[in-house]
């Protein structure tokens, strides 16, 4: 599967892929326009929107309401090198939701495929090429 990155201008960075534009930018800070996440905002957010997806369908298969369901999502960063060294994903469950299901929708937010391949991260390589 291919994924087209493309650079609409500034500091703005595109991923196009199964019909879907992902825009980023950066900060005005970094000398970017603001209008979009940061790359790694959406990295945490593809997290904690996997997890999201797991438990709504627990909840959805067991007849639960999810419109008071929440999950929050927060990180610790090493001073010293920025890099992420904990990221912690508490579910907030709705008054109501049975206690017989808590450890189980714990057990199912784990099961994310995002988290999956962090756990067992894939080869990554680069290359370059000239079109043509």
Known sequence: MDMMITFPGNKKVDSNYKGFTVHT????SE????TAPEPFDLF???IGTCAGIYV??????????????????????NAATHMVEKID???????????????????????????????TPPQLYISA???G
């Open 89 to 119: 994903i508490q579910i907030k469950l709705p008054s109501g939701f049975p206690e017989k299901y808590k450890s189980a929708v714990i057990r199912t937010a784990e099961m994310c495929f995002v988290k999956k391949h962090l756990i």
């Open 44 to 46: 945490l957010a593809s």
């Open 25 to 28: 930018d950066q900060p005005v």
């Open 129 to 131: 090429s000239f079109e």
């Open 56 to 77: 709504s369908s627990f909840c959805n298969e067991r007849r639960i309401d999810t419109a008071d369901l929440r999950l929050i999502l927060s990180f610790i960063r």
């Open 31 to 34: 000398g970017g326009e603001n």
